[in-house]
């Protein structure tokens, strides 16, 4: 026992002296372990955001566009496609699949539109970001976007059913009177009326026309979402129905969506087969589209991750063959160097089991030290990185960490007993010569 | 005490290369002796002291030391011979350089398993009878030529054994340093040890009791008396 002590302290005091040698030798095994520990880090941590964001995306719903007629070569408008809205409730009453049908119909207002985003583009606001185009402009002469929707749009839009902060959503009672009621965004209510429930039961001009405020909505707070998501609550929600009453406005940029909600992802195909029957009845084939969306992609989605997967443990891989042949160099190298110490010793009457204990102790001891530097390194690098905003959150993979710490111990441990043994063995004659 | 009867030693460091470094040696070491081996480059000096001190393996022959047969021990049995029965002195001193002058004297205890306190004992005492004890805690980097041969000679003595080889002890020292080195082997001579000192220097060889002369890996001259 004395004797593994005594070798124990032998290595500290080997370690101490060539100081260099000992941190190059460690360095490779940092190194490997970083990189690889960091290399999973970032795979996962992306791999986690794409699932989240194919996770977010609305898998239960369909939606519908509706294509004008327009003459192909004058550019000419020569038929205004409308869609069916009555048929298509009618539909949702009658479906066993289709629960819901509801509209929504972003709409801005030409001048003004085009006033703001010269603004915008002098003032460097985000001219994707509704709300803050509203603030730039004067919202009460509808210069800000508005979307028209119909009740039960934020049934539908799941997401944003929940984020209600004072007052509420629509009824369908609303509808069925086309009611001139609004809901609108926290920011919005903040920023005219000083507290969202401040807001509630105030008039809000759009467009000169005054609505009622009955809810606020708290945008979304996530960040990086995808455009499948409802980032952006809209300043203004007003009712479709009611927009339907009132004069056309040749003024108004607005498109439309109709969006048809399903019991189950499943059930999407034969929603899709019912709403082809029903439409056929009023229109062409090339008067609508209808979105399956992303969400039937989950094989697709898979074989991504799969890909990513790959590419990055090839990346690691690689990345670890490269370290563990740095630590079998310096191993080689470093025994080699002693050769004539090993002579000394056995010359002095050291057993070859004496040098064999001196260089394993060392090797292992080299490689645990430079194992736990290495996880720690990037433990710290990776939480330090989350503190940053990348926009994907980096996770240490213990089980990947400690197998690449064992990997680079065996690799240490391996390279530096070997050759240690076989100069053990040498005539120690020679031994002592070598140089 | 060390006897070599027709003892033979032959390389082979490729397939049709041999190499006989000493052929037909025939010796009788006894105790207290004081030899000088001389010869010139490539008569097998250095090899007949390797042999002796077991560090390398005899092709054919016997050799019996201390009533021992050499031939018939495990490297691991010549391992401790060699640490109880023997102190090396070389010319290039062969200190390790990372360890200091206290670490280097300690090393043989160390593989004689002795413990800590009778260790610290030893090499102090060792220390002074050398006169570095002051210098113990120097690398070898910082002590001079003459205080690496006196580290070198301590930590030949330090287990005690009966022969000390040293082979061109005084090869890298200037002729004053060399002098003190001289006087300090002969030391030990007069304190019963037998001593064995390899060397090309006639002058030096002459202040020893026996000179055996080495041709071309054969023993030409063993011849006693000190030459004036």
Redesign the interface.
Known sequence: M??FL?TVKMVG??FR??KLRTFLTMLGIIVGIFSVTMIFAVSDGTKDKISKEFMEMDKTSITLTFNDKYDQSSGQLQEKTTPPYEALQKLSRSSKIITNVTVSSPRTWKEAQEKLMQDALESGIDSNDPNAMYQQGNGDEGASQVNAVGYDFFGVREKLSTKVIAGRLFTKFDEQNQAYFAVISDQIAAEKFGSPKAAVNRTLMINNISYKIIGVLQRNSDQGTGPWDEQYVYPAYILHSTQQNQVSDENRYFSEEYILKVKATKDRDQAKQEVTEVLSNYMQKDQYNINMGFGDNQEATNNIMDLVTMVFAGIAGLSLIVGGIGIMNIMLVSVNERI??IG?????????W?ILMQFLVEAIALTLIAGVLGMILAQVAVSWLNTQHLGIVLAVNIKIMIAVTLFCTAVGVLFGYYPANKASKL???DA?RYE | MITLKHVSKVYQPSRDVKVTALSDINLQIDENEDIAIIGKSGSGKSTLM?LI?C??TISEGEYILKGIDVRSRS??QL??L???HFG?IYQNF?L?N??NAY?NIE??L????I?KNERDMKVKTIAEKVGILDRLDHRPSELSGGEKQRVAIA?ALI?DPEIIIADEPTGALDEQTGKQIIAILKGLHEQGKTVIMVTHDMDIAALSKRRITLADGRIIGDEQGVQA
């Open positions: 004395t004797i005594e005091k080997v002296s060539n004539k110490e000394i010793r056995q010359a002095l009457g050291a057993r070859r004496h005539n120690i004659a002592l | 390797n001190t560090i390398d490297r691991t391992a401790v060699r640490n109880q090396f062969n390790l990372h360890l670490e090393l043989p160390i593989y004689a398993q413990k930590r287990n």
